[in-house]
């Protein structure tokens, strides 16, 4: 399987950067899903493989970390406030939520958006969820009071939309029953 080769944590396919490897796992662009490769990766080199849209543009762009690896992405929800809130809690900076009503608090927001995206750059989000809404969001345009998380399996960071730029706050989401799903407001 000459055709098949990985160097410096890159997976090559016929000569293209189809993925990279991240752990014990292998994250591919799913354009290059074949049973010749997924072979390969599970059983020749005891990978599981993760089929990620959008990993041959990344590595093509460059988007590599300081060791060579291919940065990695967290994924992203967005919460804005739900429509029963106080409306004078909508659209504020955070100076003056906090002194009115406190810290924000993730019970009255609601998930608009939870899924995966091209950076993790705030203001390359906040441009995102303003031009250019990925498939599967149900919000208004990313605007002041609403709030973007950033997580992955090791854990998330909440970021307020504030007049400029963004603000890291203490923002937990509400705890799931056990054994219960995570549930959305879509």
């Given at each position: 399987m000459s055709n098949i080769q990985i160097r410096s944590?890159?997976?090559l396919y016929y000569g293209n950067i189809a993925g990279y490897l991240s752990r014990e796992k292998a994250v591919v662009d799913p354009m290059f899903q074949t049973d010749?490769?997924?072979?390969y990766l599970t059983e020749?080199?005891?990978?599981?493989?993760?089929?990620?849209?959008?990993t041959f543009e990344r590595l093509a762009a460059g988007t590599i970390d300081p060791e060579g690896n291919a940065s990695l992405l967290k994924r992203c929800r967005v919460w804005?406030?739900?429509?029963e809130v106080d409306i004078m809690m909508k659209f504020i900076?955070?100076?003056?939520?906090t002194s009115r009503f406190?810290?924000?608090?993730?019970?009255?927001?609601?998930?608009?958006?939870?899924?995966?995206?091209?950076?993790?750059?705030?203001?390359?989000?906040?441009?995102?969820?303003?031009?250019?809404?990925?498939h599967g969001y149900q919000g208004h345009s990313l605007s002041i009071?609403?709030?973007?998380?950033l997580y992955d399996e090791n854990g998330c960071a909440f970021y307020y939309c504030d007049t400029c730029g963004f603000?890291?706050?203490?923002?937990q989401e509400p705890q799931q029953e056990q054994g219960q799903e995570p549930q959305m407001n879509l």
């Open positions: 944590n890159r997976i010749e490769l997924e072979s020749k080199r005891g990978l599981e493989v993760d089929w990620k849209p959008g804005q406030l739900a429509p900076s955070y100076d003056t939520l406190g810290e924000p608090d993730s019970a009255s927001y609601q998930v608009v958006y939870d899924g995966e995206v091209e950076t993790n750059d705030l203001e390359a989000l906040y441009t995102k969820f303003n031009i250019d809404h990925p009071s609403d709030v973007l998380e603000k890291e706050i203490s923002f």
